[in-house]
């Protein structure tokens, strides 16, 4: 599925949302890391389209993933750089990863990962004793407060009656999280949020054809980025992104 997953992600207005969210949530907090070379673990990172433009500034990334596949992908994006990209692939999940190899890291990408997982708190537990003090831990998340939501309102009332069991869709993730349920593993682990952002906040509600030629997609993703940190619109996002700083000690 590695080609299908790539092009249904990030091929699509759907993937430009996203990447614009989680970027401009990236650039706003990676300062407070300092301007050096920093150390970056990408888990989960499929075939790496944020390690990319992490090594593209010059940052040393390492990319992590459970696909033999996506990592496939991964190597020939990375050949075709146009810069020399310091990223080092690893196939491995992420329960896998020795963190005495690895050492630690200044900061640390989990997107769209942790909702695939069915002990996904102590897998994220276990990951973040790689994340060195003070070091950052970005994370999106499915939600599923958000599914629920869009559901509803589609009029899939027996789908959300049943559990959210009576349909099955191959990219629909198993375990998705709500907001309040991670705020708790953050607040837990002593975990500082800095950013929350709704990825999709509107993309997924629209009626077919509602947009004019008026609000191009660029118009819709300058809309998203304007919306997703609002209180009464973050919980809709589809996904939501967390960017959380570790104790210093």
Sequence with gaps: MAGKFAKNIYGTLKGDIRSAVLWRDLQEQMPK????????????GGFGFFS???AALGHSVVLCDISAEMLAEAKRHIALSDTQLDIECIHSPIQALDSDALGQ???ILCHAVVEWLADAKNTMAGLLKMLRPGGLFSL???NKDAMCFHALVAGNFGYVASG?????VRL???????VPQVEAWCCEWGFTVNCR???????????KGSLSNEYSDTGLIEMELRY????AFLPLGRYVHFICTKPAS
Excluded: C, N, W
């Design 33 to 44: 890391l300092g301007q050096g070379k920093l150390r970056i673990l990408d888990a989960g």
């Design 52 to 54: 990319q433009k992490l």
């Design 105 to 107: 890291f200044d900061l």
């Design 140 to 142: 999106m998340f499915y």
């Design 164 to 168: 959210f069991k009576a349909k099955r």
């Design 172 to 178: 629909s993730p198993d375990f998705p999280l709500t």
């Design 197 to 207: 952002s709704g990825v999709r906040v509107i993309h997924d509600y629209l009626k």
């Design 228 to 231: 997703s940190r609002e209180p």
